[in-house]
């Protein structure tokens, strides 16, 4: 598999779920960006050190087939307030193309009105948050719902990355 992947994160992402899908989609030979807003270096939240490639006005969603989005309460609390993020991930679904998202990264689906009708998951403290979008919460490994694949937790890495990979390569 060729093609582009991009990840949108911030300050005090969740390590794992930054690091794992960045390796795991090289692996599957997608060249992938990161963007951060401002093209700012920032720390995850135990230390990690992420060196973005893109600003978040630079992004094109024609320049990419599939977009992770990484969890990490602190990091949600900042990147769900900014618009240019939200309206990117809008954008991108209604492409349609693949969103891969974790943990409390669910947050932004909230955000950018992509829970509404859709089965979801996410950390199990946003349960109520996806549930009063209108989503309906799911506690499994991951679900695919309409191009999103969600996880709730990084001990499901694995199962995840393979759905996201799997549902990319079927809308490719």
Request: net charge negative; with cysteine.
């Amino acid at each position: 598999m060729t093609g582009k992947a991009l990840i949108i994160t911030g300050r005090q992402v969740q390590d794992h779920e930054y690091i794992y899908p960045y390796y795991r989609l090289q692996e599957e030979g997608y060249e992938v960006d990161v963007a951060v807003r401002g093209k700012e270096t920032v720390l995850a939240i135990i230390g990690v050190r992420i060196e973005p490639t893109k600003d978040i006005p630079e992004l094109k969603v024609e320049d990419y087939e599939v977009l992770v989005l990484p969890g990490g309460a602190k990091a949600m609390e900042y990147m769900r307030q900014d618009q240019e993020i939200l309206d990117f991930i809008a954008k991108f679904h209604a492409s349609g193309k693949v969103i891969g998202s974790i943990c409390h990264a669910g947050q932004l689906l909230i955000s950018a009105k992509l829970v509404k009708g859709r089965k979801v998951s996410g950390y199990y403290s946003i349960k109520d948050d996806i549930n009063n979008a209108g989503g309906t919460y799911v506690d499994a490994p991951f679900v695919t719902d309409d191009r999103i694949v969600s996880c709730p937790h990084y001990k499901h890495l694995g199962p995840w990355m393979k759905e996201v990979i799997a549902q990319a390569q079927k809308t490719a």
